[in-house]
């Protein structure tokens, strides 16, 4: 009896060990992991005209990263992710327009929070469901927003929209330039203290925990792991960062309207995330980037050229690589290493 | 008659048009998600393109309107078999998000491809004289388009019943919906099953798609904006039901119906609020397993 229950402590935290090392190893940088970062400081010197299209390029890719948490990590399928970003849009932009709170970082704070208490209360409740009834509650949540919104046009402005919002100078001191110089950098060093909260859930236990319950909910269950709970943990903070990637938006373009709420900003999001590649964090900005540069190169030539596009790129994607243009990379990596082996 | 009553049938026989028009659009949503659990999101992409090949039947080629809503449901019918056998078939066992994202890619390819050969602007359809004005129904003047509609919707209703409910396909069809593997175990063949239902299903969008010109308009962005629609219809009355189907899109056409007469600034808000009501209470719909 004693001699059993001393091998089974003996093995257990020997398995501790061993799970903590390889959750560790995981989390250890890698040094590819610079390349993104030094891409978009490139982007700042080389294209200095072009910022304000590049904040929102890091805006998606803030909006596909928080996606990518619930998504591609716990394998929650949503329809209606604007809905967050649409009240974190809102949230600034409110307080700028209606009630004169124009300081843009205690701004994101705020969009954090609000978004955040909406997606814990929706979360908390649609997270129980599943398959098309779960794809439809979260579609309908986002709609009902922006009917609420429309409802009460005077306050929302409507689908008109609250336009030349006004926010004061970052740390009081950096003013808005007409270039974006400035929300570019703002939006960029945003984006890296988000990413590295995320990055630091992804590869905690936590994280590992979601991972399991996208692979197989049944036997997080039968292991005791409060799946619910979990589930609406991470719902509420993919909802919060989601809502700082809209209150962003409404300060780089100093206007919104109700369209963020729209289905297609939804769909676009969730295209951004799966051509890049779900689950893998990275995946988030190279979605994104992709995405956003044809987009405006092509909608430019032709809007409809560019929807048929779009089609036909999620019909092969899903046909052909359904990892994404990072699995694609990461085939075309496996392939050579493989080929130096033998 | 008091005013109240005056509207009050109205909104009801609007109401009930409109349910006619969701339920010939949905019902085969709802028996090829039954079946095959199977999210088409291209399937208001197939009640689109219907709508087109009337306009182009009566408008460029001079065809009368109920015969062009008749070749519309059996060129997309047949159609549809296309993309069942060549797309479809290969994501049965995928996941949800990859059904989504393929036939969402479809839906948006066909509006695009819409927007090249129509244009943006929306399309309306000559109606033959029967079609216009109204129609007395002993008390009162009704819309005749909206009486035709309906009219229609509750023959195709008794049509799909009987073929479901009296015939040896749609016992077939039930017992695929109730248990697939078992189905399969006594000798039914659920694929071929499954790519009927799916051509009848399309066929019966592709009606839907031509009836909701009148109603509505037609243009490319009907695809998406209606589909949303339709999946509320089918996920409010269970997937894979006939009944349930039906009693959705009366609820929620009536409901959207009496939203916009009484509250107009609420507009769509009314439909939403039932369906998420409706959700949380019964998850899988009204007469959907749980």
């Known amino acids: 009896m004693a001699a059993s229950e001393a091998i089974t402590s003996a093995t257990r935290s020997e398995a501790r060990e061993r799970a903590a090392e390889y959750l560790l190893k995981r989390h250890r940088f890698r040094l590819a992991e610079t390349l993104p970062w030094l891409a978009a400081i490139a982007v700042y010197f080389i294209f200095p005209e072009r910022m304000t299209f590049g904040s929102q390029v890091l805006v998606m890719a803030m909006f596909a990263l928080s996606l990518d948490l619930i998504l591609g990590y716990a394998g929650i399928v949503t329809l209606g992710h604007a809905a967050f970003f649409g009240v974190g849009a809102y949230t600034v932009g409110l307080a700028a327009a209606r009630f004169g709170w124009s300081e843009p970082i205690s701004g994101l704070f705020a969009a954090a929070i609000a978004a955040g208490i909406v997606g814990f209360i929706t979360g908390w409740f649609l997270l129980r469901y599943r398959g098309l009834t779960l794809l439809m509650l979260t579609l309908a949540t986002a709609i009902l927003l922006q009917e609420t919104g429309n409802l009460r046009s005077d306050i929302s402005g409507g689908y008109d929209g609250l336009p030349g919002l006004m926010f004061k100078p970052l740390f009081g001191v950096f003013e808005y330039d007409l270039y974006g110089h400035t929300y570019y950098l703002y939006v960029l060093a945003v984006l890296v203290v988000v990413f590295f909260f995320v990055r630091t859930i992804v590869y905690s236990p936590f994280g590992q925990a979601l991972t399991g319950i996208r692979e197989n909910v049944r036997r997080m269950h039968a292991i005791g792991s409060p799946v619910h709970r979990r589930l609406v943990t991470v719902y509420t903070i993919a909802a919060a960062i989601a809502g700082i990637a809209g209150a962003l938006f409404t300060q780089t373009n100093a206007y919104v309207t109700l369209t963020v709420f729209d289905f297609d900003n939804s769909a676009k999001v969730m295209v951004m995330l799966i051509l890049g590649g779900t689950g893998r964090l990275y995946g988030a900005f190279v979605g994104a980037a992709v995405y956003m540069v044809l987009e405006d190169y092509f909608s430019k030539l032709s809007p409809t050229f560019w929807q048929f596009g779009i089609g036909l790129m999620l019909v092969l994607a899903v046909l052909f690589t359904p990892r994404g243009v990072l699995g694609v990379f990461e085939n075309i990596g496996k392939y050579f290493s493989e080929r130096k082996k033998s | ?290």
Not at chain 2, 163 to 176: D, L, Q
């Open chain 2, 1 to 290: 008659m008091p005013q109240f009553a005056i509207i009050a049938v109205s909104i009801l026989f609007d109401g009930l048009a409109y349910a006619m028009f969701l339920f010939i659009t949905s019902v085969g949503l709802s028996v090829t998600m039954g079946l095959m659990g199977f999210v088409n999101l291209a399937h208001g992409a197939f009640a689109m393109a219907g709508g087109y090949i009337v306009v182009t039947l009566t408008r460029t080629l001079g065809v009368g309107f109920v015969p062009s809503l008749v070749i519309a449901a059996v060129v997309v019918g047949a159609a549809s078999v296309v993309f069942e056998r060549g797309l479809y078939r290969r994501l049965y066992r995928s996941t949800d998000l990859e059904q989504v994202l393929l036939t969402i890619g479809l839906a948006f390819m066909a509006i695009a491809t819409a927007t090249y050969l129509y244009g943006p602007i929306p399309k309306s359809v000559p109606l033959p004289d029967w079609l216009q004005g109204d129609v007395n129904l002993g008390f009162r003047n009704f819309p005749s388009y909206r009486a035709f509609l309906i009219a229609l919707g509750v023959v195709l209703i008794v049509v799909l019943w009987y073929a479901f409910e009296r015939t040896n396909i749609g016992a077939k069809i039930r017992a695929a919906v109730d248990n697939r593997r078992m189905a399969e175990s006594v000798g039914i063949n659920v694929d071929r099953l499954f790519t009927l239902t799916f051509a009848v299903g399309s066929g019966l969008a592709a009606l839907g798609g031509g009836l909701a010109i009148q109603l509505f308009g037609l243009s490319p962005s009907f695809a998406v904006l209606y589909l949303v629609l339709f999946l509320i219809v089918v996920a409010v009355g269970g997937l894979g039901s006939l009944k349930g189907t039906l009693l959705a899109a009366l609820v929620l056409g009536v409901f959207d119906t009496a939203g916009k007469y009484l509250f107009s600034d609420a507009g769509g808000f009314f439909v939403y609020a039932v369906t998420v009501a409706v959700l949380l209470v019964k998850p899988a719909g009204f007469y959907g397993r749980e």
